[in-house]
């Protein structure tokens, strides 16, 4: 390599700088990817809303595990929700993302 890259002066795919908190945000991004259970909700949202009884119950996990990582990628602004009465029905909130995993489950179903 014939530049110097001087630590912290990381630059995007467009050649713009990036920030601590981008950093940071794409990392927490892929720490989110990272997990099977988020990956599996994820997946489920791509195509419709579901509550969290709903996601608890296609995916055999319990309501508190589903809950517990429905925060976390609510906290990344990866999904949303809104509230029905005493129900919380969740779906997608950044195609981005949801791009980027159909794209990493195509990457990893490809022979």
Same mark, same amino acid.
């Given at each position: 390599? *014939? ?8 630059? =995007? ?5 990036? *920030?601590?908190? @981008?950093?940071? !945000? !794409? ?5 989110? %990817?990272? +997990?099977?259970? #988020?990956?599996?909700?994820? /997946?489920?949202?791509?195509? *419709?809303?579901? $509550? !969290? /009884? +709903?996601?608890?119950?296609?995916? +055999?996990? =319990? &309501? =508190? @595990?589903? $809950?517990? &990582?429905?925060?976390?990628?609510? /906290? %990344?602004? %990866?999904?949303?929700? #809104? #509230?029905?009465? @005493? ?5 997608? +909130?950044? *195609?981005?993302?949801?791009?980027? %995993? ?6 990893? @179903?490809? /022979?």
């Amino acid at each position: 390599m *014939d530049e110097q890259v001087k630590q912290g002066e990381i630059e =995007s795919g467009n050649g713009q700088h990036l *920030d601590e908190e @981008t950093l940071f !945000v !794409v990392s927490q991004t892929f720490k989110a %990817l990272s +997990d099977p259970t #988020r990956i599996r909700i994820l /997946n489920l949202l791509c195509s *419709d809303e579901h $509550s !969290v /009884n +709903d996601i608890a119950e296609i995916l +055999d996990l =319990s &309501q =508190s @595990t589903v $809950s517990h &990582q429905l925060r976390f990628l609510k /906290n %990344l602004r %990866l999904v949303k929700f #809104r #509230r029905e009465g @005493t129900s919380l029905y969740y779906s997608k +909130d950044d *195609d981005h993302i949801m791009n980027l %995993l159909k794209q990493a489950i195509e990457h990893a @179903t490809h /022979n």
